[in-house]
Each structure stands twice: as C-alpha cells, then as structure tokens.
C-alpha cells in the first residue's frame, strides 16, 4: 500500500486517488473516530487535506515526480473539480459506484491507515497515541 499512489499512469489519477483517500477517511473519521475535521467540522477541509499530504510526503507514498508545482496542481483539482472535491463529502458506496469496484473502499482504507499510521474501521491497526487529529 505505501507505493499505492506511485502506480498511476497519469497525474491527474494520481491526484483522484489522493483526493479520494482523503475524502473517505474523513467519512470514516467522523463516523467512527469521532474527529469531525473539515467539512465534518463545519470548518474548511484545505488544511487537513494538506496535512493528509504532508503525511503521505513524510511516509514516502508520494511518487518521484510530485513537487511543490504538483501539489498545487493537487489542491486545485480538490477545490474545483466536479466530482473529486473536498469540500464534499464521500460513502463507501459512492466510492463502489464511481470505481465499479466492491473492494476500492477496503483499498482505500487501507492506503490511509498507511498515511496516518493506524485507523478507526473494524481490522485497521489502532491509531497511534502521539496522533494529533488537524481539527
């Protein structure tokens, strides 16, 4: 999972793919972790999302090519496209129906659990004590 977001053949599905990672695990944060962060929060989501980044950067999962350009590119995206957006919230089922894939939630889940080092979903790995939620 740690090289999940170096395997897409293009930059723009690399950022879906971060953009939609995020977006889950706010989902999965409010209702099972109790952190209402972001949107959840009824605060803006850009800086958590640039934590979320931050973290992928420091847990090496970001691909050789991302940059400071990059990642603006990124946020761009996140704020002002259609469909992959953080300023909307995101279900499991949305993610089945987008990907056409029962198992990308589990996927997902799972590459995030990698960036924050632990999650709050039944089977994920208990977040660690010195994790500080960006709420």
């Known amino acids: 999972m740690v090289s999940f977001f170096r395997e897409w053949d293009t930059e723009r599905k690399t950022y879906e793919m971060l953009i939609d990672t995020f977006r889950l695990r706010c989902d999965d944060d409010y209702a099972h972790g109790t952190h209402?962060?972001?949107?959840?929060?009824?605060?803006?989501?850009?800086?958590?999302?640039?934590?979320?980044?931050?973290?992928?950067?420091?847990?090496?999962?970001?691909?050789?090519?991302?940059?400071?350009?990059?990642?603006?590119?990124?946020?761009?995206?996140?704020?002002?496209?259609?469909?992959?957006?953080?300023?909307?919230?995101?279900?499991?089922?949305?993610?089945?129906?987008?990907?056409?894939?029962?198992?990308?939630?589990?996927?997902?889940?799972?590459?995030?659990e990698n960036v924050y080092g632990g999650g709050y979903g039944m089977g994920q790995r208990p977040m660690p004590d010195d994790y500080v939620c960006q709420c």
């Open 36 to 112: 209402y962060h972001g949107i959840y929060g009824q605060k803006p989501p850009l800086p958590v999302f640039r934590d979320f980044l931050a973290r992928a950067k420091t847990a090496g999962m970001l691909p050789s090519w991302w940059n400071e350009d990059k990642e603006k590119e990124c946020v761009r995206v996140a704020l002002e496209d259609e469909h992959f957006n953080i300023q909307f919230a995101v279900e499991k089922h949305d993610i089945q129906d987008h990907y056409k894939d029962s198992m990308m939630p589990m996927t997902l889940r799972m590459v995030a």
